[in-house]
């Protein structure tokens, strides 16, 4: 018999990077030089939040995603940190909410206007005090509303709720002590009921975050892990580190058994840190190195060898850091699967990189888009403290898919923050908040008449709004949104009559050079 080698079907195998033109980037940003081993950049489907040089403080620009070009070198600033500002991540429920982390030991929340920054904004809609020591890492959780984690200098993990009506919160609803030395990196699982964590003391420790129970501890002396995920529903965890000789390397731990790990592999035996990110949805793994321009890929299985390399993108400019668009930012129409905005330092530069499925059709490929986490919540605040576990709610990228019946009795809980600013401050509406209602309002008088009743909650109404006022809070919501919309109404009147009074000038002038051309 003749040799015959094993080749292993993937529909990823022919999965390639490609970087968008000049015209698609963002030019003249003045990335931080800070040496923190984060990403430095959070991306959502309506903003990009990069961390930039400043002297005095920490400031963090919020670029629309869709402005790309030259950025003006005056663009105002979210600048409200007396310290450098370390880690900044996107609400992923809140596509105008953000939180981030600084030097001065403090982490804040804020809300973006919808239309961007137009001026510096230097006051938080919330302000976390628990920490001793700068704060150095932050992550929202995956599944749960307004419930924030928190990890800095003093060893402590930090569990706030958001929820909370206080401007300025000094007590979290949990604190994690089980680290001798600095966080470096945390990970959760699908639904949040898990979460991984390694530490300079180089220990891999799996927790559950409400108890602060210990569950697993590993510590291997050829691994020495900087980096961790959780790799969805695999029950396997992803770290990247060095080996013994301190060449790079990944490792594959069972995440029942954290006495040591499955698979162990180097990769090269360059310095910088290696950040991990995981697809879930096509169980891709991408691994990006501080400091390098290539990106190599991998496919995840749960039968050895576990991790199938395919293919590695390569580029001859260095990266900084790296922000990941959401799934439902993505371009389905040209088959994208991932997208990544490279931070080039050396350039002043972010660059969006795009890994594409290549497909001859361009109409919507299913088997690489399954249905994936969405931007509603599965749960309140209250509800994960009080012991519920649930999982993403799922949502599909098909243009013009409509909300899953599942998420139609969520579609209240997604702003409670703003609810709860709303109710602390009275008289002061969110504009995002009205903006979303008004646009919710739009959208239904577009439909037939017969089909209004049965999709008022699909259109993101909020189920308030379509009831009588039951309370002064409601009342006042309902009186200021007519008073947003008369405003609205009379600003396009005087576009009208703006443009009216324009195109008579044009017809008396057209008039004029007819006359004169007659005589």
């Not at 990941?324 to 040209?334: E, Y």
């Not at 605040?381 to 993403?392: F, Q, V």
């Not at 699909?458 to 919309?485: G, H, I, M, V």
Request: proline letters at 6%.
């Amino acid at each position: 018999m003749t040799w015959r080698p094993q080749y292993r079907s993937s529909k990823f195998r022919h999965v390639f990077g490609k970087a968008a033109t000049k015209e698609s980037c963002y030019d003249g940003v003045p990335i931080t030089r800070s040496v923190q081993d984060n990403n430095f950049c959070a991306v959502n489907p309506r903003f990009l939040a990069v961390i930039t040089e400043c002297a005095g403080g920490g400031a963090f620009l919020v670029l629309s995603v869709h402005h790309t070009g030259k950025v003006d070198p005056h663009h105002p600033r979210v600048s409200g940190h007396k310290g450098n500002v370390l880690d900044v991540k996107w609400n992923p429920f809140n596509d105008y909410c953000i939180a981030s982390c600084s030097e001065d030991s403090t982490v804040k929340v804020w809300e973006i206007p919808p239309h961007g920054v137009l001026k510096n904004l230097t006051v938080p809609c919330k302000e976390l005090q628990g920490h001793s020591r700068r704060v150095g890492l932050i992550e929202w959780h995956p599944t749960a509303n307004n419930i924030l984690f928190s990890t800095a200098y003093d060893y402590k993990v930090m569990i706030w709720n958001l929820d909370s009506p206080e401007q300025v919160m000094k007590n979290p609803v949990r604190t994690i002590s089980h680290h001798t030395d600095v966080v470096l990196s945390m990970s959760f699982n699908t639904d949040g009921s898990l979460f991984a964590t390694t530490c300079r003391d180089r220990k891999v420790r799996l927790m559950e975050p409400r108890s602060g129970n210990l569950l697993q501890e590993g510590n291997c002396k050829t691994h020495k892990a900087s980096k961790v995920l959780i790799l969805g529903n695999m029950k396997m965890l992803l770290t990247s580190g060095t080996s013994r000789y301190n060449d790079r390397q990944i490792a594959l731990w069972d995440q029942d058994d954290l006495s040591g790990p499955l698979l162990q592999e180097n990769l090269d035996g360059s310095s910088g840190v290696i950040f991990p990110f995981y697809d879930p949805d096509t169980h891709m793994l991408y691994l990006a190195g501080k400091g390098d321009g290539n990106i190599r890929y991998y496919e995840i299985s749960s039968e050895k060898p576990y991790i199938h390399f395919l293919t590695e993108y390569r580029s001859h400019v260095p990266q900084k850091g790296l922000g990941v668009m959401p799934k439902r930012g993505l371009d389905v129409s040209s088959c994208e699967v991932f997208r990544f905005y490279k931070l080039v330092t050396i350039k002043s530069l972010i660059e969006p990189l795009s890994m594409i499925v290549p497909r001859r059709s361009e109409s919507y490929q299913e088997d690489i888009y399954p249905m994936t986490a969405g931007n509603r919540p599965a749960l309140t605040a209250d509800e994960w403290l009080k012991g519920i576990n649930k999982g993403p709610l799922l949502i599909s990228l098909k243009p013009g898919s409509e909300l899953p019946e599942s998420q139609l009795e969520t579609n209240g809980l997604s702003n409670s923050l703003d609810a709860q600013r709303f109710q602390s401050r009275p008289g002061n509406l969110q504009l995002s908040y009205i903006q979303d209602q008004l646009e919710a309002k739009d959208i239904q008088k577009g439909r037939p008449e017969d089909d209004r009743s049965r999709t008022a909650v699909s259109n993101k109404e909020d189920l308030a709004l379509c009831s009588p006022p039951r309370t002064e809070n409601e009342l006042r919501l309902k009186f200021l949104k007519q008073q947003e919309e008369i405003r609205r109404l009379r600003e396009l009147l005087n576009q009208r009559d703006v443009r009216i009074k324009q195109l008579e000038l044009e017809i008396k002038n057209v008039k004029n050079s007819q006359s004169q051309g007659s005589l």
